[in-house]
């Protein structure tokens, strides 16, 4: 029992150290730090923490279970961690099934926009991109709106250096849309909605995301009115913890708010 109490110990560590290099990677690495990595490295931490203190703590709750407000308190953080983990299961079961959904032919590719640095786009705006390509090579007869205003650190709009991106990688500048003011998910769509009805382009969409971002964007969509699919563009695994993280995050906000 007691080898198998510390194999326990030692797993619950070893992945909580795993899980804080993780999260701190994209920081060292590009200087990333958003709710993903700062809540991921947190949940983290305590793992490791607990880990090394486990005989301590698991002293602390007997004691605490002793008294009835301690079983009152207990019981609470039990069923909220509980209920944590089963809302996790459930969206990420949701965000693998949308990124799987499969778009209408020709219909009108919507790029949402990401981080750019100059005319050289990000690492997650370049899977996007390549996704949108692949289905623009295979769908001649579709359009393309490339959706993303211009952040405070970048030179150029979002729009503008997809569109370039595009053009360079063999796409006909006639079926390349530009909306350059949006500066969320949510007006991305909306914005690009606005230029599909100007245009008379094809009210069937297919949203060029990455594939933890495919779920949230498509229930932006439904409530839009949008038919919608998924034309998915993957993740770096050493950037796949920090992102999932934060898109947890904001489809629990999107939920509740």
Not at 16 to 27: D, N, R
Not at 66 to 82: F, P
Not at 165 to 188: C, K, P, V
Request: charge should be neutral; hydrophobic fraction near 50%; aromatic fraction near 10%.
């Amino acid at each position: 029992m007691k080898q198998f109490y510390t194999a326990i110990r030692v797993l619950l560590f070893v992945l909580g150290i795993l899980g804080c290099t993780g999260f701190v990677v994209p920081f060292l690495a590009r200087r990333i730090i958003n709710i993903g990595n700062l809540a991921g490295l947190a949940v983290c931490a305590a793992l490791t923490v607990y880990a090394l203190f486990m005989t301590g703590i698991h002293r602390w709750i007997r004691l605490f279970w002793q008294k009835t407000s301690g079983r009152i308190i207990l019981g609470i953080l039990a069923a909220g961690l509980a209920a944590a983990l089963v809302l996790v299961i459930v969206m990420t079961i949701l965000m693998v099934h949308a990124a799987h959904a499969r778009p209408s032919e020709n219909a009108t590719v919507i790029v949402l926009g990401c981080k750019a640095y100059g005319e050289r786009p990000s690492l997650s705006l370049e899977e996007r991109l390549k996704a949108a390509i692949e289905y623009l090579n295979a769908n001649p007869e579709a359009a393309c709106i490339v959706s993303g205003g211009q952040g405070a650190d970048e030179t150029i709009s979002e729009a503008q250096c997809m569109y370039l991106y595009l053009i360079d990688h063999g796409i006909a500048a006639e079926r390349i849309y530009r909306e350059d003011q949006s500066t969320t998910t949510r007006e991305n769509l909306a914005f690009s909605y606005e230029i599909i009805k100007e245009q008379g382009l094809s009210e069937k969409i297919a949203i060029a995301t990455n594939n933890y971002h495919e779920y949230r964007a498509g229930q932006i969509a439904d409530g839009l009115g949008l038919e919608h699919g998924a034309v998915s563009g993957k993740t770096a695994l050493w950037l796949l913890p920090t992102y999932y993280a934060r898109e947890l995050l904001a489809i629990l906000y999107e939920w509740v708010f």
